[in-house]
């Protein structure tokens, strides 16, 4: 305790010598700190996160969030130079060789090397199961081929840890900053966090060192679902009764030694959440599967999410009842999000309405060569016609949305929300999806969409929820009336009112902890 008392003195220090002084001006101009950076080094502070044996010091995770907690009294963006460093080197740290510890920590420490972290996507937000950024052998480096948004320190870094999609799954690589191919595409204006730059990056056969083991990047039941023998989600309480199951149902790769070592990796991330002193989910599926793993329910709240603010699109013309239905789909072309399914689907929701029908598909992965396989079959029927867009823009989307008769959520595992639902029910257009997750979040069965039965998921059952929802044009209305007013009744000023409410309750029981001690 007495050594944390002098490090936290000497933040103190930091803060009313270098920090205070400095707060407005970063905020104004919005350029990077490199002095308080330098300053935040000097005091060892950035070394926390590096191992000892490069250079680095151990203080404690508790020190480092009081760290962060007095530093952020100043200034929110110089707070993020600590905790973004500890971010940016992580998976270095657990999966790097010895050689690439010894070129990079250093820098690191010293703070010559500001690292930065790359997982959201433009079309996949932070869901690493989503991701579209791919990466191809070349020799003993990889090429990596993608875009990454909202990349902390993005523009000014001197190593990247990018996570993107081999063919063994989802992995993590090494890119040095200046690397062939990675541009800085442009810094976001964040309110409060100016001068710290959230970037956008592009990769074009970027040269990347791969950390770890390929195919590693996701961990032991991080999908939540069994691949055999079909597609279904995994209710079970995570425990060693998983390892008997990994294997016999398919739930990750063939190497037993992967196992194990994924196995440990959940069971100490589950034990990490113990000590948590507040878990905010978006769903109350997530909420409950927390309090499931043995979580105290005090310490899990939901804090519903909604949509972008802004203008919501125009509502959409009502169309006649012979017209052609319009059917949507966005996500990721992975067989875990069902797409396979939906395809089986549309003959008997061609057979079931008998008039013509569209299927857009707006997303892209590895799947998407079989799934334009298996819709070329289709659509030689007549009355099917299926269009692969891959990712598109905003705006794009937003078109496209103003274009469907109904929104198609076929995922088969359990999804922890499913954001596209609620962007699709504020343009006013309604939904129809498997009951996996935290899918009842935001569909209403009968009221803003149709649930298809989710375990097992069948393209019977997600061409009944279909034709519910679009066989009567007046009945499709009226959902996507409602759909649009629950969108309405959602907003990102709530979450954010949530989340500082759940900071007020922890903060007022930690003041009282520490009256009573």
Not at 11 to 39: K, N, Q, S
Not at 339 to 361: M, R, W, Y
Request: with cysteine; net charge negative; glycine share 12%.
């Amino acid at each position: 305790m007495e050594e944390r008392a002098l490090i936290l003195d000497a933040v103190d220090e930091l803060c009313r010598g270098v920090i205070a002084p400095r707060a407005a001006e970063i905020d104004r101009t919005g350029a990077f700190p490199h002095d308080v950076y330098g300053a935040l080094a000097e005091q060892g502070l950035l070394a926390a996160f590096v191992p000892p044996a490069h250079g680095g010091v151990e203080i404690g995770l508790e020190t480092l969030m009081l760290v962060v907690e007095r530093i952020a009294r100043d200034s929110a963006a110089c707070a993020l130079l600590v905790g973004n460093c500890g971010d940016g080197v992580g998976a270095l740290v657990h999966g790097g060789s010895d050689a690439q510890l010894a070129r990079i920590m250093p820098g690191v420490a010293d703070g010559s090397v500001v690292p930065a972290f790359c997982l959201t996507e433009p079309g996949a937000g932070s869901d690493a199961g989503a991701l579209a950024a791919t990466a191809r052998p070349d020799g003993d480096r990889f090429r990596i081929t993608g875009s990454k948004l909202y990349i902390t320190n993005g523009s000014v870094a001197g190593v990247y840890t990018v996570w993107a999609r081999t063919e063994a799954g989802v992995s993590c690589f090494l890119v040095d900053g200046g690397a062939d191919g990675l541009t800085a595409v442009r810094d976001e204006d964040l309110l409060g966090l100016r001068g710290v730059p959230a970037t956008e990056l592009r990769f074009d056969e970027t040269p990347g060192e791969l950390l770890g083991t390929d195919g590693e990047g996701f961990r032991l039941s991080g999908t939540k679902a069994w691949a055999f023998p079909i597609d279904r989600p995994c209710h079970r309480e995570f425990g060693w009764p998983c390892l008997l199951h990994y294997f016999p149902h398919r739930c990750g790769g063939l190497s037993p030694i992967t196992m194990v070592r994924l196995y440990a990796r959940e069971r100490n991330r589950l034990a990490a959440l113990d000590s948590a002193g507040a878990i905010v989910t978006l769903s109350t599926y997530m909420r409950d599967e927390y309090v499931r793993h043995g979580l105290p329910p005090a310490r899990v709240t939901c804090v519903p999410f909604g949509p972008e603010p802004g203008p919501a699109p125009a509502p959409r013309s009502t169309r006649t009842s012979n017209a052609p239905r319009s059917l949507l789909s966005i996500g990721r072309l992975e067989r875990l999000k069902g797409i396979h399914l939906l395809l089986d689907a549309l003959p008997l929701v061609h057979e079931a309405l008998g008039q013509p029908l569209s299927l857009t598909i707006i997303g892209d992965g590895p799947e998407r060569a079989d799934l334009e396989r298996r819709a070329a079959g289709i659509g030689r029927s007549d009355g099917v016609a299926v269009t692969f867009a891959g990712w598109v823009s905003p705006d794009e989307r937003d078109r496209r949305l103003g274009d469907a008769d109904l929104l198609v959520v076929p995922s088969t595992w359990p999804e922890p929300f499913g954001l596209v639902g609620l962007e699709a029910a504020r343009a006013g257009v309604p939904a129809a999806a498997f009951d996996v997750g935290g899918i009842r979040d935001w569909l209403i069965d009968g009221q803003t969409g149709a649930l298809a039965p989710g375990d097992p998921p069948t393209a019977a059952g997600l061409a009944a929820a279909i034709v519910t929802c679009v066989h009567d044009e007046s009945r499709r209305a009226a959902l996507g009336a409602a759909a649009r007013a629950a969108a309405a009744r959602r907003s990102p000023e709530e979450h954010a009112a949530g989340l500082v409410a759940v900071f007020e309750t922890l903060a007022g029981a930690r003041a009282t902890g520490r009256a009573g001690a």
